[in-house]
């Protein structure tokens, strides 16, 4: 086979990958989830979600996810109304943002079907403070150029991160509870598409 037409088959292969890190990464909603979960009561927990996320990831690897916290889902729309109201104060702190660094280039060149793990740092913005945490991520190459990110260990978040305390001492006691935990387990499972 021609030098020249084995050339023409690699950059058909290998620019694509390329090309693929140097555009902007657009959050799929529907096909992404955070979740957390409480513990009341000692040893009773419960799984909820926030529904509505938006973000992003630059071509330079700036990822910037938003958490309308008005979308808190925990099953039982009273005790949605009053995490929005009591917790999070929502009418004066509406998001949360997660920001963070990433190697999209080390992703965009993954097969489609292929995962890595790795290790990053990000930034949780809520109700004017900002605290830095680590996730443990398998990243996985989708196909129609996409990207799935999930966290392998749930990343810890304790109340007081973002004076959250008195909120939570308020849902105990008109829950009429004994206790509710400070420390909160995070998940989260993302899907970032490419349309350029």
């Given at each position: 086979m021609p030098n020249s037409l084995l050339r023409l088959l690699a950059c058909s292969v290998l620019l694509p990958a390329a090309f693929s890190a140097q555009a902007h990464w657009q959050l799929d909603n529907d096909a992404s989830t955070l979740s957390f979960v409480t513990i009341k009561a000692d040893h009773v927990g419960e799984v909820h979600t926030f529904d509505r996320l938006t973000g992003e990831i630059d071509d330079e690897g700036n990822a910037e996810i938003t958490i309308e916290l008005i979308s808190?889902?925990?099953?039982?729309?009273?005790?949605?109304?009053?995490?929005?109201?009591?917790?999070?104060?929502?009418d004066l702190f509406p998001e949360a943002n997660l920001t963070a660094q990433l190697d999209i280039d080390q992703f965009a060149e993954l097969e489609v079907g292929r995962s890595a793990t790795t290790n990053f740092n990000f930034d949780l913005s809520?109700?004017?403070?900002?605290?830095?945490?680590?996730?443990?991520?398998?990243?996985?190459?989708?196909?129609?150029?996409?990207?799935?990110?999930?966290?392998?260990?749930?990343?810890?978040?304790?109340?007081?991160?973002?004076?959250?305390?008195?909120?939570?001492?308020?849902?105990?006691?008109?829950?009429?509870?004994?206790?509710?935990?400070?420390?909160?387990?995070v998940s989260?499972?993302?899907v970032f598409y490419n349309n350029d």
């Open positions: 808190i889902n925990t099953l039982i729309p009273i005790r949605d109304e009053r995490m929005q109201n009591m917790l999070f104060e929502i809520m109700r004017g403070q900002s605290n830095t945490y680590q996730a443990e991520v398998m990243v996985t190459r989708l196909a129609d150029n996409g990207i799935q990110a999930s966290t392998l260990k749930p990343v810890i978040v304790v109340a007081n991160s973002f004076d959250l305390v008195r909120g939570v001492e308020a849902l105990r006691e008109v829950a009429g509870l004994p206790s509710i935990s400070n420390a909160v387990p989260f499972n993302v």
